[in-house]
């Protein structure tokens, strides 16, 4: 997609975004003023600039995509986990959240990478609890 293919109004897009966090057809008419399709072209065209994720069908009945706007926060803080991580042997998804103001969705992101990266336990999806390894 070239900037003259962009929507004028992409750019209000990605401002919604960054300060809600919400991104759905729905909601960008109503922020927008825009009709379904227009809307729509919208949604793909964040996508294809790799500002949100594509569908994921486990959000799909909620109408929302992943917002990959915060993959920037967590890059920027995930070397100050990594030095927290060092006094700890067990953590919740509550104790990131609280000693790193996240939401929920970023602080499930953070648990995923630590075990991605093998410095937690392969987690249990009934435990809250993760050991650091």
Known sequence: MTTKDQDPL???AVK???NTGIVSICYFQHELNLGYARAA???NQLEEAKMIGPVNKK????NKKKVLLNEK???LLYPKIL????????ITQEDVQEKFRVDQVVSERILDLLENDGLLEPQFRQSKKHKIL
């Open 41 to 43: 072209r919208l949604i």
């Open 10 to 12: 992409f750019n209000e």
């Open 73 to 75: 926060k967590i890059d």
């Open 16 to 18: 919604i975004i960054k």
């Open 83 to 90: 030095v927290w991580l060092r006094d700890k042997e067990v």
């Open 59 to 62: 959000l799909i009945a909620k």
